[in-house]
């Protein structure tokens, strides 16, 4: 079946940037969604790319997409310490569900 | 647009007990969806539905029900309590937009069954 995997945790000292990666295995994905999760909240839409697409940038975010490998990447440029958070890669499936990752943990040193 | 709200915020139950979790939405989509997010893990599909009066199992539906009798509301039903689904448990709603596609999250309820 789908499967979505990320690492666990980052940590980046602020100013710096962050790079977080994904692996997804469904190939015929539509597109592939970053979400931010901040404590105690909800799920919120970053960005997202379409699979016919290699790159996506939106202000400080950067989005790469490898087809090839299935590997998906987020830069944030700048991060600063508003940007901790858990942050959710998710694939969409042929019947438009979208299948998550287990998320990985930003922790933004001052 | 209040968007997705969910309640309640928080709910303690007793092993055995029932409880019905409420979602709705106010932007008129057709899709809708149950997750719960275990700690440290993504999120897991319990139950989704494409429009009134139609729903599917998820992932992990087993323990679970839902009814979808209006396209604003998507109630979980917890029959019968028990400390694996302690949880935090997070509705959704989504709409195609032109071929885009976003699922809009509610902000969630922590469940503890004890």
């Known amino acids: 079946g789908e499967d979505v995997e990320q690492s666990l945790f980052l940590s980046v000292r602020e100013g710096d940037s962050s790079v977080i990666n994904c692996t997804y295995t469904?190939?015929?994905?539509?597109?592939l969604y970053w979400y931010k999760q901040e404590p105690g909240a909800g799920l919120q839409l970053l960005t997202y790319?379409?699979?016919?697409?290699d790159m996506k940038q939106d202000q400080r975010l950067t989005v790469l997409l490898n087809k090839k490998d299935k590997h998906l990447s987020l830069r944030i440029a700048d991060t600063q310490t508003g940007d901790s958070a858990i942050y959710f890669c998710?694939?969409?499936?042929?019947?438009?569900?979208?299948?998550f990752g287990s998320g990985t943990r930003l922790l933004v040193r001052p | 647009n209040a968007g997705v709200t969910q309640t309640p915020k928080f709910r303690i139950l007793k092993i055995g007990q029932s409880m019905t979790l409420q979602c709705t939405q106010d932007?008129?989509?057709?899709?809708m969806y149950w997750y719960r997010q275990d700690p440290g893990m993504g999120l897991k599909l319990i139950y989704y539905?494409?429009?009134?009066?139609?729903?599917d199992k998820g992932e992990v539906p087993n323990g679970y029900n839902v009814s979808r009798s209006t396209t604003e509301d998507f109630p979980l039903r917890l029959e019968l309590a028990a400390p694996s689904q302690t949880s935090v448990y997070f509705c959704?709603?989504?709409?195609?937009?032109?071929?885009?596609?976003?699922?809009?999250f509610g902000p969630g309820t922590r469940l503890t069954v004890t």
């Open positions: 959704a709603s989504s709409t195609l937009a032109g071929v885009f596609y976003e699922q809009y």
């Open positions: 469904d190939s015929s994905s539509t597109y």
């Open positions: 790319i379409f699979s016919n697409m």
């Open positions: 998710a694939e969409m499936d042929s019947s438009y569900k979208l299948i």
């Open positions: 932007m008129n989509h057709n899709y």
């Open positions: 539905s494409v429009g009134a009066g139609i729903t």
